[in-house]
């Protein structure tokens, strides 16, 4: 039996109109330390997203997630924030804001791989 291991995740949210808190699940950022893991799955639903507020920008949106995505993963696109260690990144991304991409609290649990914890949650909680 492999050794089970701790990790932390935090569901990402579009939130179209800040001021309503509607919101939609369109990504899970996770971090294992212990397996040196911190990545970002996204999905945008289009549709979703409309359906909260039909003028979205979801080009605005789409550039956002991106930018989230390359910090996560520590890609020099990503600018100075890329450039911290992986639990710095992970507290900055997840940290609580009002703007119209937000995450969750974030969550911990026990795994023994880090990247089928991260498709399974992203399976059952965005998709």
Known sequence: MSE????????????????????????VA???RKQRYAQVKIHV????CRMLDPDVDI????KHLDSFRNIC?????????ATLEQPERFRWLTA??????????VHPGLCVSAEE???ELFEKLVL
Not at 45 to 48: E, F, I, P
Not at 73 to 81: F, Q
Request: aromatic share 8%; charged share 30%; proline share 2%.
């Open 59 to 62: 080009q605005l949106i789409t």
């Open 117 to 119: 914890t991260h498709q």
């Open 73 to 81: 993963v520590g890609d020099k696109a990503g600018g100075k924030l």
């Open 96 to 105: 609580k804001r009002s703007t119209i991409i937000q995450c969750s609290v």
């Open 30 to 32: 996770l971090y294992c």
């Open 45 to 48: 639903d289009v549709d979703k």
């Open 4 to 27: 089970r291991t701790l990790y932390e995740y935090a569901i990402v949210r579009v939130v179209p109109r800040v001021e309503r808190d509607e919101f939609i699940n369109v990504g």
